[in-house]
């Protein structure tokens, strides 16, 4: 579709936050699931030379990808759709900061839990201990940032660092009931934004 935006992502992954992303805009735009055979991923490969999900092709045709940047340019390519705080503000300066956080520690941490055998050179040898220390970290992480809820995590206006949050802790291995209960503003914060008409579409596509 030209004009509009290609998501490339998978059920259940990152792609999430930024498809809850573009229907919080209105934009246009097209999902596509990325098999795992590896002609799909060669494929993907040439769009995200990571080869990880999500990527995202723009409407004049570049793509991009690492899920903080993408959330953080569509907050402002569309500013009337209030995804962030405007530029340049001490709120934006906040925004970001989370932002990376969620990243660089929350999404960094939940990859080592999942993927933890690539994290040594033993591959699966290491892996219980690596998931041990990476869901350790996890939490460690997500109670930081539940500190500053309130409901959401720049105070009273939403922004899609609560989506991504949202996303990253229903990543919890384990029992979520759990953690709301260790974090309860977290578990508020979780139904705030599971409620919203974006999210509600965006979970029941990834569910399907
Ligand atoms: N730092 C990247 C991480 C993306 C990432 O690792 N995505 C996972 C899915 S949630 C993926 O593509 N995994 C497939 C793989 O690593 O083989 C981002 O924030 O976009």
């Not at 201990?129 to 970290?137: E, M, S, V």
Request: glycine share 6%; aromatic share 8%; charged share 15%.
């Amino acid at each position: 579709m030209a004009n509009s935006y290609t998501l490339y992502g998978r059920q259940g992954s990152g792609s999430l936050v930024v498809q809850a992303a573009l229907e919080e805009i209105g934009a246009p735009y097209e999902r596509i699931w990325v098999a795992r055979e590896p002609a799909a991923l060669a494929r993907l490969r040439e769009l995200n030379p990571t080869g990880r999900v999500p990527a995202l092709r723009l409407p004049d045709g570049s793509f991009m990808f690492e899920s903080a940047a993408i959330l953080i340019h569509l907050a402002a390519a569309h500013p009337a759709a209030h995804l962030a705080p405007p530029v340049g503000t001490s709120a934006h300066a906040r925004f970001l900061q989370w932002v990376v956080y969620l990243s660089a520690n929350v999404y960094e941490s939940v990859l080592r839990i999942y993927y933890a055998d690539r994290y040594s050179t033993r591959g699966p040898a290491d892996a219980e201990p690596i998931a041990a220390q990476a869901t350790a970290d996890y939490h460690a992480h997500l109670g930081l940032i539940s500190e500053a809820l309130d409901p959401y995590v720049l105070g009273a206006e939403y922004s899609v660092a609560d989506a991504y949050l949202h996303m990253l802790a229903g990543w919890c291995p384990g029992d979520r009931g759990q953690l709301h209960a260790r974090l309860p503003q977290l578990g508020r914060h979780s139904a705030l934004v599971a409620a919203r008409p974006a999210m509600l579409k965006v979970e029941a596509d990834h569910a399907a």
